[in-house]
């Protein structure tokens, strides 16, 4: 992706370099615990990550703030991710206007290592990246790319990175839009496997938007980048993650949807550029 010398989003919180002050998981080896519950990727904190969150504080131990000097690859990397979100805020606000739904309320990306403090409680990087409806933040540790890259087989790249970045925003416009409070509403009532359908929608309509804020970037995109996206999405596949976890597929168990359904809805959004093609809902159910 063509990112150097181009407007940098001033919406970028960067807390790399220390620890948290806060709770962190002790002992370790959570990441394999919610990658195997499919928590790779947030989605809908307030009805998924949340309560991994509110376990994470349980069982914590505190720590105290240690500081450390970037590196130049970690300057550079803050700057790329800064250049992606300030492309989503110039692409949904000019969808928004298009679409006339109203004004688009910009995001804050949080970036950090190791663990932090949010609205929706506290993390470690085991989470992954995920998105705060409480504060309307998406949260990052950047080092869980060389965690996608290594164990999970993804290809390696910048568009990787931008790919998710779009992913988290797209949970982003699902709060703005109303859509992740309807869901929430609906589950309610609903057997695991039900509620977890609906889990499933959220996150397909998620890699939509993601595709269709590709769509709309693409004077900057370069040759492999859409590629690029579709192996972080096809690594992140419930059945990927699951078989590779576990030796087998749950179907029931699902909450963000299939390799081949995460590519799908992406390119959907990639090709059409409409926003009105985004009811993963009607036909996924």
Not at 1 to 14: F, L
Not at 77 to 93: K, R, S, Y
Not at 218 to 229: H, P, Q, R, S, V
Request: hydrophobic residues 35%; glycine residues 10%; charged residues 20%.
């Amino acid at each position: 992706m063509k990112w150097q010398g181009r407007r940098q989003s001033d919406n970028v919180e960067d807390r790399r370099g220390m620890s948290s002050g806060g709770k962190v998981v002790a002992g370790g080896g959570i990441l394999g615990i919610i990658i195997l519950l499919i928590q790779v990727f947030g989605g809908d904190t307030g009805q998924t990550l949340a309560p991994v969150l509110e376990q994470m504080n349980q069982s914590g131990s505190s720590q105290e703030t240690v500081q450390r000097e970037l590196t130049p690859e970690e300057e550079a990397l803050g700057q790329f991710t800064a250049t992606v979100l300030a492309d989503t805020e110039d692409i949904w606000t000019q969808v928004f206007n298009d679409n006339q739904l109203g004004y688009y309320e910009k995001p804050k990306m949080v970036l950090f290592t190791d663990a932090v403090q949010t609205a929706c409680g506290s993390a470690t990087a085991a989470s992954g990246p995920f998105y705060c409806p409480a504060d309307k933040k998406v949260y990052m540790d950047l080092r869980f790319f060389e965690e996608l890259r290594t164990r999970f087989g993804a290809k390696g790249g910048d568009f990787a990175i931008a790919y998710v970045i779009a992913h988290e925003v797209g949970h982003h416009v699902q709060t703005l839009l109303g859509t992740s409070q309807k869901v929430r509403q609906a589950q309610q009532g609903k057997s695991r496997a039900d509620a977890n359908k609906l889990s499933v929608c959220l996150e397909l309509q998620a890699d939509f938007y993601a595709g269709l804020w590709a769509h709309y970037n693409k004077k900057y995109l370069e040759a492999g980048d859409i590629e690029e996206a579709l192996s972080a999405a096809h690594a992140v596949g419930d059945d990927a993650i699951q078989s590779k976890m576990q030796g087998q597929v749950v179907p029931d168990s699902f909450t963000h949807g299939t390799s081949e359904q995460r590519m799908k809805w992406f390119m959907k959004g990639y090709n059409s550029g409409d926003i009105r093609q985004h009811d993963t809902f009607a036909e996924e159910l």
